[in-house]
């Protein structure tokens, strides 16, 4: 069974620019999650989405955006960019329905620098 | 918001010696899960804890639910070089019932001197 898959799985992007980032959950898992992970803040949550919808969303701008479509894959959007946004992006999914804690499978991922 | 603690950031230990480290919660937590994070790789999940004052084992690691259901912790007996890594504490939010949200802890970078 294929993991969680990550593109790409670097960039560097300049500040003001954009960012797409796409995530393609395990097989049959509905629940696709992202993270941003930076040396001082940790793991933060961004977004979920189940079954194309978002479920939870996290303290960030609204510059970071997401979406899912119906084959579950996920892509995530960071506009006009800022030094600060510099970071690994992770994608996490699960298969549990939402509203339940259930193991999340982490795919590699993207790591953005922003210069 | 709830946060979940864990400090400190970093242990060095010496191969071979136990290592625990602890996560606490500003709220009570339906479950707890742990994670590694090998340097340079991705969180792993490692278990999840439900039950009040629950104990899992895997192999050389020991993980307890706290009996409040605040706190957990996780002991590593006779540590190796490869334990080294970030461990993270979970739990999910819960105060509007949308239990899928996790929080996490800012983990622990363990190192292990050979």
């Known amino acids: 069974k294929a993991g969680v898959t990550q593109t790409p799985r670097y960039l560097i992007k300049t500040r003001g620019q954009q960012v797409t980032l796409s995530c393609s959950p395990i097989?049959?898992?509905?629940?696709v999650s992202w993270y941003q992970q930076t040396p001082g803040q940790g793991l933060q949550f961004l977004f979920e989405?189940?079954?194309?919808?978002?479920?939870n969303k996290g303290n960030f701008p609204g510059r970071f955006s997401g979406r899912q479509f119906s084959n579950s894959r996920s892509e995530m959007n960071v506009s006009t960019l800022e030094l600060g946004d510099s970071a690994l992006y992770l994608c996490?999914?699960?298969?549990?329905?939402?509203?339940?804690?259930?193991?999340?499978?982490f795919g590699e991922g993207s790591r953005l620098t922003v210069l | 918001g709830q946060q979940v603690m864990q400090i400190p950031q970093y242990q060095h230990v010496q191969e071979g010696e136990d290592f625990t480290t602890y996560c606490n919660s500003s709220?009570?937590?339906?479950?707890i899960q742990w994670y590694k994070q090998r340097p340079g790789g991705h969180p792993v999940f490692l278990i999840q804890?439900?039950?009040?004052?629950e104990v899992k084992k895997q192999k050389r690691l020991t993980f307890q639910f706290g009996e409040a259901k605040k706190n957990s912790s996780l002991h590593i007996t006779a540590t190796q070089t490869t334990d080294v890594g970030t461990y993270f504490c979970?739990?999910?939010?819960?105060?509007?019932?949308?239990?899928?949200?996790?929080?996490f802890g800012k983990g622990i970078t363990l190192s292990v001197r050979p």
């Open positions: 979970a739990g999910p939010r819960t105060e509007t019932g949308a239990n899928s949200k996790l929080t």
């Open positions: 996490a999914s699960r298969s549990g329905l939402a509203g339940v804690t259930g193991e999340l499978f």
């Open positions: 097989s049959g898992h509905r629940s």
């Open positions: 989405y189940f079954s194309e919808t978002q479920r």
């Open positions: 709220t009570t937590l339906s479950n």
């Open positions: 804890l439900v039950k009040s004052g």
